[in-house]
């Protein structure tokens, strides 16, 4: 399925081979998704991991523009399981989105769920995830959205589109990883591996016989769909001897900027051309951590495939050049050029006059230890927290408390305005500032709002890094970013309101902030979090309730009947 010929939407021809060849359209859109244990070797070691249909990675969607694609899933495994369609707007729906304890129970052991994936203005590159504690690391999976009949790219239809989906790979089990973390209060063990496509390539003992390879044709250009599902690092990626050209962001088209090297964070996805013009050779295409903050360990090692000029066997030598670990330039020199296409069958609509400003802090806390085995710095429980609170998962979900008005899950009032005002960035931030509260608080916004939602990263214990933070139920303008503490007299001057990259995650610098904007038009219970997974599992994270609008067209659909119960 990697190579997946797609049809050039120019030739109806082809596609109706495709659909002959693909089962998944010819099925109007609806797929089997069986959660269950599969035993896989990587890294000279076999150990059972959950996947989708014994998948890994797992199925690809396809999908067209506006289509609304049906998902059985079904779990044979002995672990409670949510499936999120990242990036995938889901008007009105909240009840198939998936983040755990936010709009559903988890689907236990034996029980069936059917989710609804309706798309609208996607088009491009999404992907779907597990969404309970760390299972994402092993379920996920590319979501391809084609242009609709009868329209096409804003770009030469490429020859073929190949998902490139980074992953990340620890020989331990995964849940044993977050419970020994979650439990001693220090860092999580870093992984032992990087994947591309679900292999960690040559680098690594035991692998180099399994290394994905990416076959092209002299004079061909390829669309390569870059998903990051990686769990806790931002990725440096290229390819040797080749530049690559971003054309879309977060299933958002963006005017073309090529480089020798892109950036991708958790969350996010990118599609890239790839023109296959070099001398017929094989080339390394190759993916490694970008990790700014000194004090933070990472997974240093590199991920690699091969691009192969058909028929061409000689063996690559050369690695591509990748910025160092910790090269903020060269992380932002890329996610700062990428900017919406806005051409006249792309526009951009950014809200211009703002009704709801919010200005959040994302923080990493120390907490007190509650007994005497803590491992977080000097003997604290490393913990992460939006606005100084971390956010604590409750025991039935948000969603149906609000619609049933259950009262006791969770409280209104999350703060709009950060509480405490400081040197958010300064070399030391006192130590009292360190603790978080802790509680599970929600958000609550007027429908068709039009938000502004500033993220400031803070220094607290010492560890600011990079935050890709992720919205559910919208994408979002990038209107700004910067470095320091934000300056909320001088920096909108500079907000970019011509052709902002539409995401749906925003990688927020290091010591820094960003600035997005969003009308407020879907009603639901919307998740929203840091993509690096040790910071959601410490609470890196809260809720917006966008509330219904007077039209029943602005309403929550229905809740569907086999919700999971809790
Ligand atoms: C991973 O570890 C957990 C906790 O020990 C266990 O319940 C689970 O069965 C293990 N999962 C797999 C796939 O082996
Ligand atoms: C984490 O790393 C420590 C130190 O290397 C090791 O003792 C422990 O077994 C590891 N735990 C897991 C779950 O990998
Ligand atoms: C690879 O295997 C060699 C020889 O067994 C060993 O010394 C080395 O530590 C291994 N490297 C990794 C990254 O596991
Ligand atoms: C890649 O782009 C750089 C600068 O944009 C250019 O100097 C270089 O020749 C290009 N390389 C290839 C292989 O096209
Ligand atoms: C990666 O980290 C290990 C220890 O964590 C260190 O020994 C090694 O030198 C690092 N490698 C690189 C390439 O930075
Ligand atoms: C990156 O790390 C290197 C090696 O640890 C260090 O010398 C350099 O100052 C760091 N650069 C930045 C920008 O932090
Ligand atoms: C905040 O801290 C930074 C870094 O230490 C420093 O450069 C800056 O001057 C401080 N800002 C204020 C307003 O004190
Ligand atoms: C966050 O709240 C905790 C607990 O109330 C408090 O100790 C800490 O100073 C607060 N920190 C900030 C930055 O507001
Ligand atoms: C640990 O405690 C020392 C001494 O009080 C302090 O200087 C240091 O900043 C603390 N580190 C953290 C991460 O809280
Ligand atoms: C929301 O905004 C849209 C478009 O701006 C408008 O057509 C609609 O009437 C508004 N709805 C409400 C309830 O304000
Ligand atoms: C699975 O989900 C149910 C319902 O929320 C919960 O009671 C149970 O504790 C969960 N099991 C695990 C192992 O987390
Ligand atoms: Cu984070």
Known sequence: MLNHNMPSIFFPLAALFIFVQCHAWGDHGHYDFVVKEASYTRLCETKKILTVNG???????????????????????????TIHWHGVRQPRNPWSDGPVYITQCPIQPGATFTQRVILTDEEGTLWWHAHNDWTRATVHGSIQIYPRHGSSYPFPAPHQDVPIILGQWWKKNVTEVLEEFLASGASPNTSDAFLINGQPGD??????????KLNVEY????????????????????IDGHNLTAVATDAAYSKPLTREYMVIAPGQTLDVLLHADQKPDQYYMAARAYSSSPVIPFDNTTT??????????????????????????????VLGALKALASEEHP???????????????????QPCPNTRCQGPNGTHLAASVNNISFVNPSVDILEAYYYHITGVYKNGFPSISPLMF??????VPLNFNAAK???????IRYNSTVELVFQGTNQVGSSIDHPMHLHGYSFYIVGYGFGNFDKDKDPLNYNLVDPPLRNTVVVPRNG???VRFKADNPGVWFMHCHLERHLSWGMNMVFIVRNGNHPKSRILPRPADMPPC
Request: hydrophobic share 40%.
């Open 55 to 81: 998948q890994f990675p797992g199925p690809t969607l396809y999908a067209r523009k506006g289509d609304t694609l049906v998902i059985n899933v079904h779990n044979q495994a002995k672990h409670n399981i």
């Open 203 to 212: 680098l690594y003992n035991c692998s180099k016989q399994d290394t994905f």
């Open 219 to 238: 004079g061909r250009t390829y669309l390569l769909r870059i998903i990051n599902a990686v769990m806790n690092e931002i990725m440096f990626f290229a």
């Open 304 to 333: 690699t495939a091969i691009l192969q000029y058909i028929d061409n066997q000689n063996p690559p030598s050369e690695l591509p050049r990748l910025p160092y670990y910790n090269d903020t330039n060269a992380a932002f020199s």
């Open 348 to 366: 951009v609509s950014v809200p211009n006059k703002i009704s709801t400003k919010l200005f959040f802090t994302v923080s990493i806390n120390a």
């Open 423 to 428: 040197n958010y960035t300064a070399d030391y």
């Open 438 to 444: 802790r509680g599970t608080k929600v958000n609550v």
């Open 513 to 515: 902030w960003a600035a």
